[in-house]
């Protein structure tokens, strides 16, 4: 059964990098075939796409946040990984981690961030 | 960017009743449109993908359709734990979520 579970800072200072980890077990990142993608939910609103890294490496983001995304994989490690930087207060958010690029069929619970001082 | 609209914001429905959930979006997606539920507190779950097809372990009574601009997702006959708020995404160009609409208790 495939699990992924984020974890990371809960709270984030203004014009920091938010930095969070989603570790996938019950299949191999590294055996190939999947998207890994970062998802956001601000409070009370809908969902929001980060973007997705291929398990090769490749990446595509959110043009809104493109300048500030990076996401990236550690096969030895079987985690895929979010970089925000310059956050404000506006990317407070619950960050999900989901499987696949197009029908996410595996979802973690998510992690709530906060920004502020 | 293509934009998602999702109507009604709020659809009530009775227990055993049909729901019926439009997505409409701003410029053709072709098929690749996804529907999504969402209970309070949980992780989003994937229903539909490829706007037709059910992922695995859904139940046959939520069907998808449509294709273009226009999509629709209908649950036939309502049970408790369907109650909830449903997306669709679209990913035929980067990748957009539409508003949401919510399905309570009549």
């Known amino acids: 059964q495939v699990q992924l579970k984020e974890s990371g800072p809960g709270l984030v200072k203004p014009s920091q990098t938010l930095s969070l980890t989603c570790t996938v077990s019950g299949v191999s990142i590294g055996s190939g075939g999947y998207y890994w993608t970062w998802i956001r939910q601000r409070p009370g609103k809908g969902l929001e796409w980060i973007g997705y890294?291929?398990?090769?490496?490749?990446?595509s983001y959110n043009p809104s946040l493109k300048s500030r995304v990076t996401i990236s994989v550690d096969t030895s490690k079987n985690q895929f990984s979010l970089n925000l930087s310059s956050v404000t207060a506006a990317d407070t958010a619950l960050y999900f981690c989901?499987?696949?690029?197009?029908?996410?069929?595996?979802w973690g619970q998510g992690t709530t961030v906060t920004v502020s001082s | 960017e293509i934009v998602l609209t999702q109507s009604p914001a709020t659809l009530s429905v009775s227990p055993g009743e049909r729901a019926t959930l439009s997505c409409r979006a701003s410029?053709?997606?072709?098929?690749?449109l996804d529907w999504y539920q969402q209970r309070p507190g949980q992780a989003p779950r994937l229903l539909i993908y490829?706007?037709?097809t059910r992922a695995t372990g859904i139940p046959a009574r939520f069907s998808g359709s449509g294709s273009g601009t226009e999509f629709t997702l209908t649950i036939s006959s309502l049970q408790s734990e369907d109650f909830a708020v449903y997306y669709c995404h679209q990913y035929n160009d980067w990748q957009t979520f539409g508003p949401g609409t919510k399905v309570d208790i009549k």
């Open positions: 410029q053709s997606v072709g098929n690749f």
């Open positions: 989901a499987k696949g690029a197009r029908g996410m069929d595996v």
């Open positions: 490829g706007a037709s």
């Open positions: 890294i291929f398990y090769s490496g490749p990446t």
